[in-house]
């Protein structure tokens, strides 16, 4: 059974940093996989902030443009998603998601939470 397990989130100050990590436990074909990271705050409907496909290219959504940084490593088979200089605008719960020929799996979400 495939399982996407989040961490390094939690409450940070506003210019502060975060570094999501996303883990993949038992997926298959660690290059060929497609990471996106998700949010959702609360009222609102989920965005699609940041991607990685398996190629490299990667896309971010214009609010976060020049802030976060998706990466990947391909032998822990796990995503990141590096946060500068947040703002109380980025808190939400987020969530990670991969794909690959096999399937579609996401994370259970981790809430990031920016005080200003």
């Known amino acids: 059974q495939v399982q996407l397990v989040e961490s390094g989130g939690g409450s940070v100050q506003a210019g502060g940093s975060l570094r999501l990590s996303c883990a993949s436990r038992?997926?298959?074909?660690?290059?060929?996989?497609?990471w996106e990271w998700s949010r959702q705050a609360p009222g609102k409907v989920r965005e699609v902030v940041a991607s990685?496909?398996?190629?490299?290219?990667?896309n971010y959504v214009d609010s976060v443009k020049g802030r976060f940084t998706i990466s990947r490593d391909y032998a822990k088979k796990t995503t990141y998603l590096q946060m500068n200089n947040l703002t109380p605008e980025d808190t939400a719960v987020y969530y990670c998601?991969?794909?690959?020929?096999?399937?579609?799996?996401w994370g259970q979400g981790i809430q990031v939470t920016v005080s200003s």
């Open positions: 038992n997926i298959f074909s660690a290059i060929a996989i497609n």
């Open positions: 990685i496909a398996g190629g490299g290219i990667t």
């Open positions: 998601r991969a794909q690959n020929v096999r399937g579609d799996y």
